[in-house]
């Protein structure tokens, strides 16, 4: 069974500060995994995704995230945020649908 | 490239009701999946469709049916409208079927039951 955990429903951060999202999951079969943002009455915007490959993928907006196998994680972080990444952002592991974790709200501080 | 659009964007309804939400999917994409947001349960997976066919569904009651046409265009309904069907309704739309597939979703459709 997959299933995803995000530690942490809000985080903020000063601007100009680390932004770290966590993720943890659980997947029978090795996981795909994805990191989507959701911008207020909007829909989920895809940031980044794991496959196969290298561990350390690169997405949008200088958004990354490291698949770590042996910690079950896919944390999402960005060195310098800025204040257009307010915004709700959920980690979700694929297995012929999307297995969304409850979701982490950012808030950024100026 | 359009995107997946999604309508109506708004939609109040009374209990006993029932509801038909529309969502257009990026031009190629024969993949369309729909996703039910509350505050309280997230996001969870109503049913996907795939060259018209139902390939996937969720563990919601009958009340949600879905379809797809030969456009790949989709549409859901619910009958019977509850006060707890209050929700935000995601469609997300790919190319293809797979587990590495990346889904496009639209703005959603947010429903009030009263």
């Known amino acids: 069974a997959q299933s995803v955990t995000q530690l942490g429903s809000h985080v903020s951060v000063s601007e100009g500060a680390l932004v770290l999202l966590r993720c943890n999951y659980s997947?029978?079969?090795?996981?795909?995994l994805f990191w989507y943002v959701q911008y207020p009455n909007q829909g989920l915007q895809l940031l980044l995704k794991?496959?196969?490959?290298?561990?350390l993928v690169k997405g949008i907006n200088g958004f990354e995230a490291e698949f770590k196998k042996s910690e079950t994680s896919f944390h999402l972080t960005k060195p310098s945020a800025h204040m257009s990444d307010a915004a709700e952002y959920f980690c979700?592991?694929?297995?012929?649908?999307?297995?969304f974790g409850t979701g982490t709200s950012l808030t950024v501080i100026p | 490239k359009a995107g997946v659009t999604q309508t109506p964007r708004y939609l109040i309804k009374t209990r006993g009701q029932q509801v038909t939400l529309s969502c257009s999917p990026i031009?190629?994409?024969?993949?369309v999946s729909w996703y039910q947001q509350t505050p309280g349960q997230g996001l969870q997976f109503l049913f996907e469709?795939?060259?018209?066919?139902?390939?996937n569904k969720g563990n919601f009651p009958g009340r949600f049916s879905g379809r797809q046409f030969s456009n790949s265009r989709s549409e859901m309904n619910v009958s019977t409208l509850e006060l707890g069907d209050s929700a935000l309704y995601l469609c997300?739309?790919?190319?293809?079927?797979?587990?590495?597939?990346?889904?496009?979703f639209g703005q959603g459709t947010r429903l009030t039951v009263v």
């Open positions: 469709y795939f060259s018209e066919t139902q390939r």
């Open positions: 031009s190629g994409h024969r993949s």
């Open positions: 979700a592991v694929s297995e012929r649908k999307f297995y």
């Open positions: 997300a739309s790919s190319y293809q079927t797979g587990r590495d597939t990346e889904a496009f």
């Open positions: 997947s029978s079969v090795p996981p795909y």
């Open positions: 794991y496959t196969t490959g290298a561990t």
